[in-house]
Nanobody, 120 residues
Framework: QVQLVESGGGLVQFGGSLTLSCTASRSPLSLFSMGWYRQAPGTQRESVATIITGVTTKYHESVKGRFTIAADNDKNAVYLHMANLKPEDTAVYYC??????????????WGHGTQVTVSS
């Protein structure tokens, strides 16, 4: 069973920066995408940034120009560099990976989450 381990959350001031890291415990057979979701209290979990097949990136509209996602395929890792942080970015951030099987089914993997708090 592949596990995702996150690190890098914490408390930062408005306008500050943080980088989140996520590493898969072993190399998945077919990793389709990796990315980050977030969930603030009382809200639904939302996709923040995704990198597909290590190349194509997608961002939530609210983080475009501020967040950058990158993957290190050799390390089975994905990073989220967050700059110009705002209080509304405060949430638990979850690492996500989608495994594509030979029968075209997907398996979703989730990390345990890391708290990001932006003070005003």
């Amino acid at each position: 069973q592949v596990q995702l381990v996150e690190s890098g959350g914490g408390l930062v001031q408005f306008g500050g920066s943080l980088t989140l890291s996520c590493t898969a415990s072993r190399s998945p057979l077919s990793l389709f995408s990796m990315g980050w979701y977030r969930q603030a209290p009382g809200t639904q979990r939302e996709s923040v940034a995704t990198i597909i097949t290590g190349v194509t990136t997608k961002y939530h509209e609210s983080v475009k120009g501020r967040f950058t996602i990158a993957a290190d395929n050799d390390k089975n890792a994905v990073y989220l560099h967050m700059a110009n942080l705002k209080p509304e970015d405060t949430a638990v951030y979850y690492c996500h990976a989608a495994i594509l099987h030979s029968d075209y089914r997907f398996t979703d993997l989730w990390g345990h989450g890391t708290q990001v708090t932006v003070s005003s």
